[in-house]
């Protein structure tokens, strides 16, 4: 199957996915119906796989869509630029005092610590 581009799938395609999963659709007609490369397939599943048990108390390993928009979404908080204070805890600190404890402003501490560059 040709390349169809960077796409993310949506709540639906996973749950369309796992529907077609349990009636053992061809994983090639999967990615057909949802329009995504044959890979995206394969790595969605991947990512899914979790142990469930059956009504006889067996573990089975299957997709799950739930587990799926889990990883994916702390993926997406996971996202973005460090905090810039990074690990100065000891200014951290210094900066919740001043505003928390002795009740200054923001704009004045801000216009102290431009002062002091």
Known sequence: MNYKGNQHL???DRLSL????????????????LGVCLK?????????????????LEPVSRYCADVTERKYQEHLRAKGLDIKLGKDFAFAEYIEEQIIEKNGPPARLWHKLRLTE
């Not at 995206?40 to 006889?56: D, K, P």
């Open 40 to 56: 995206t397939v394969y790595n969605e599943i991947a990512r899914g796989m979790c142990e469930q048990l059956t009504s006889e």
């Open 10 to 12: 949506k709540w639906e």
């Open 18 to 33: 796992e529907r077609m999963l349990k009636i053992k659709t061809p994983k090639p007609k999967i990615a057909e119906a």
